[in-house]
């Protein structure tokens, strides 16, 4: 029996993971999989060794740091000493999965890596430590794979997980009928982020940025998405005294029906640029992380839509610039300005053009079941 380890170390990083989970059970019944991971991989059947709820924490405390390497500590001796796997799967997660791949590449574990660290944005230099630690990387981009093999390393393109995960659009009037949401108002819609420390840095300015809009226009309307991997105590510690709708459990559904959004940085904004669904870009951390950030960056967008067409399509709304008034003028713009707002849906159909039709997960198992 074959044996694979997958690490993992947020939401996203699980769900992706469960879909290669599936694929793989769906080829070789023979696989025996664990895992560090969530809710995800263990819907599918996975024996978890750890779960992965505290690591998507971030920031430079003692605390942060001592959890992660002795997480890491145990993972490395598990793996090594005792389950002894054909080959052990990194899924995103960059800081806390590279370093892992040194001490199983000494332990001559073959080490593939899924969704890896995007060095073509930021910090490049990762790509020797890739280089020296990774047999193999499963690039979700196009563009990836032409970089990884300029640098000597073997890669795959599996397609981004995206384009076959996505959701159909859903339905606005039953969407709407369902969570009581006026059919004669235009929704605009809040994805605050998934971790606790975006919430703190975002989820009032979101707030009062919605406050002042709706004031301003009667005709609009707002949801607060929750991501499904936070209490909700943690949202209604914010949202304690509006009464905005929080929708859980719906989000590509929200993203698909609303007629503008507010959304931190992350993988939503291609989610929202493969529905068509107008938005902006809102992000500020730790004044520290951005100067560090400003330091190492390669390319200067942040949004996936604007990178992966190389165009300013998405507004970016960085740090000291967000601001209730910033974020207002650009949400009135993709609502009221017609010729602005269609212009910009017919930039982001080109998102998906780019993107190839591949199934990501079912040629990121059969590359994995090839090589093992």
Not at 74 to 80: A, E, F, G, S
Not at 213 to 220: A, I
Request: charged share 25%; proline share 4%.
């Amino acid at each position: 029996m074959k044996k694979l380890f997958i690490i993992t170390g947020e939401y996203s990083g699980d769900m992706h993971a469960s879909h290669v989970v599936r694929a793989l059970k769906a080829q070789n019944k023979d696989i025996q999989i664990e895992a560090v991971g969530g809710m995800n991989l263990k819907a599918e059947g996975v024996k978890l060794f750890a779960d992965h709820e505290k690591m998507s924490a971030v920031g430079l405390s003692p605390a942060i740091i001592y959890n992660h390497i002795m997480l890491g500590r145990r993972v490395v001796d598990y793996i090594t000493k005792e389950f002894k796997p054909d080959a052990v799967l990194l899924i995103d997660y960059g800081a806390f999965n590279l370093k892992v791949a040194g001490f199983l590449k000494k332990a001559g574990i073959k080490v593939f890596y899924y969704i890896p660290p995007q060095v073509w944005a930021s910090r490049k230099w990762r790509i020797n430590t890739i280089k020296k630690n990774v047999d193999e990387v499963l690039c979700i981009f196009p563009f990836e794979k032409e970089m990884y093999e300029k640098y000597g390393i073997k890669s795959h393109y599996c397609g981004h997980p995206l384009v076959s995960q996505l959701l159909p659009k859903a339905n606005r009037d039953v969407f709407f009928e369902k969570y009581g949401l006026d059919k004669n108002k235009k929704l605009v819609s809040v994805f605050p982020g998934s971790r606790k420390f975006e919430l703190k840095f975002l989820m009032k300015i979101f707030i009062k940025t919605a406050e002042f809009l709706q004031k301003k226009y009667p005709q609009l309307q707002f949801c607060i998405s929750q991501a499904p991997n936070l209490s909700d105590e943690v949202y209604h510690k914010y949202l304690k005294e509006t009464d905005f709708k929080i929708i859980k459990g719906d989000n590509q559904a929200l993203l698909s029906v609303s007629d503008a959004l507010i959304l931190a940085s992350g993988t939503v904004a291609l989610e929202a640029a493969l529905y068509q669904t107008p938005m902006i870009i809102a992000y500020r951390g730790p004044q520290v992380f951005y100067w560090i950030y400003l330091l190492v960056r390669c390319i200067k967008r942040v949004s996936l839509p604007n990178i992966i067409t190389n165009k300013s399509i998405v507004p970016e709304i960085l740090q000291n610039d967000v601001t209730v008034e910033n974020i207002a003028h650009n949400i009135e713009k993709l609502l009221f300005d017609t010729d602005y707002r269609n212009n910009n849906i017919e930039e982001l159909e080109e998102v998906k053009h780019l993107l190839s039709e591949r199934v990501s997960s079912k040629e990121a198992a059969e590359e994995i079941l090839k090589e093992i």
